[in-house]
C-alpha cells in the first residue's frame, strides 16, 4: 500500500471518529444549540450522497465510514430537535 | 459524466457548503460551545489529510473543497478559542 492511500485512510478514520467525541458531549449535556440547522441537514444528506456514491462504487470503506458518520450525526440532530422545541 | 460522478460532485458540495451557514451562525452568535474539542480538532486534522491526499493524487477538487472546508472550520475553532478562556 503506497503513501498516498494511506493519507486517504488516515483522512477518513479522522473525520469519522470526530464524530465520536461530539456526538457523546451532545448526548451528555443534551444541548446543541449552537449547532446550525443548514449545518445539520445540509451534510446529513450529503454524508447520506457518499453513502450512495460508496454504494454504486461497490466501495465497501466509504460506505462503513459514511454510515458511521450518518449515525453519530443523528445523534446531534435528534437532541437539537428534542431539546429546541 | 455518468450519474455515479454526478453524485459524488453533489455530496461533495453538500458536504463542504453546509459549513458556511454554520460558520455564518457562530460568527455571529460568537458562540460554539456546545462544540467539541475533540471534534474540531480531530476533523480539522481530518480534512488537512484530505488535502494532502488531494494534492499526492493531483485532484484539484478534493484540494479546493477541503480548503474550503476547513477555513470554515477555522471559524468556529477561533470562535470557540477565544469565548472560551
Redesign the interface.
Known sequence: MN??LW??L??????????L??A???WR?Q??????W??????G???L??D??GW??QDAAIVIANSMTLALLSVIIFTKYRTER
Chains 1, 2 share one sequence.
Open positions: 503513501l498516498t493519507i486517504g488516515l483522512a477518513a478514520t479522522l473525520t469519522t471518529s470526530s464524530f467525541p461530539q457523546l458531549k451532545t449535556s444541548r446543541a444549540d449552537d449547532f446550525s443548514s449545518y445539520l441537514l445540509l451534510f444528506i450529503g454524508i450522497m457518499w450512495v456514491y454504486l462504487r
